[in-house]
């Protein structure tokens, strides 16, 4: 028997949560005569603090230095019918570049004939009115590598020459079995479906604590832009994934390298400011009705990111 699923256009015949394409994927480059050119103050993001996919973003947005060049616009984390919307709650806003109530005005001012699930986080032009980008990987890499004129850190390479390829291999390892892996287990609609997916999440994490062994990060002495790739679904895990999504074989507390390398991360300057439990829990716990339709969020974990991870020891470790 198929249970309900939370989003039916997202679900294969035999349960499994099939994650749609990203709609806009144009690019936005560091040069001038570019339909999009990397200009300070033309940009504006559009995030929710408790999408993970947003949170790529937003850290790699405050790891550049680029808060002042590229504005950002936080939305409510309570997901209605009608979509994610801008409202004067804690932690978020209404919109003040376009006055849209909902996100959704924006994909459809961009493609009128849109008819798919409207995500974030979003790119926004203000110059052309539109929608540049509503992939995170694309709007990070954009961030990485076009924006060093208007960075306050253009020195810092999250997307090195040397480690390219590497990158580009475990980026979609992570993706696919931990990254998406906790959303194939979680809107899994079938046993089996579910099972195989939750499974797949920690022969990754298995892998992934043995490699942080005897490094630092993942590849070596300084995070690169796969640590924040996977952070962002470290962080949410033991408050989210563990529990309302199933995926209950582990915590990463009980991993002593991935929780370690986990605070690690958290506690380089500027990170923690852009976690909020509030927005993630509440998101997640209020919004799933096919998972959780008590809406009932619960009252912890308690995690305390603030204890030292004492991993500065492998920092010269490749």
Partial sequence: MTAHAQFPLEQSGDGRFVRQGDAFRDRVRADPSSPF???????HLYVSLACPWAHRTIIVRRLMGLEDAIGMTVLDPIRD?????????P?????PVNGFAYLAEAYRATNPHYHGRVTVPVLWDTRTQRIVSNSDDDIMRMFETEFAAPAVHPELDLYPPEHRREIDILNEEIYETVNDGVYKA????????????????FVTLDHLEARLADRRYLFGGVPLETDWRLFVTLIRFDAVYFGHFKCNLRRIVDYPNLWGYLRDLYQIPGIAATVNFDHIKRHYYMTHDEINPTRIVPIGPLLDLNVPPGRDRLSLAV
């Fill in 37 to 43: 050119p990397a200009e300070a103050g033309r940009y």
């Fill in 81 to 89: 019918e009608l979509g994610w919307a801008f409202r004067p709650v």
């Fill in 186 to 201: 979680g809107f899994a609609s079938a046993q089996d479906s579910y099972a195989a997916a939750a499974r797949t999440v």
């Fill in 91 to 95: 932690g978020a806003s209404l919109d």
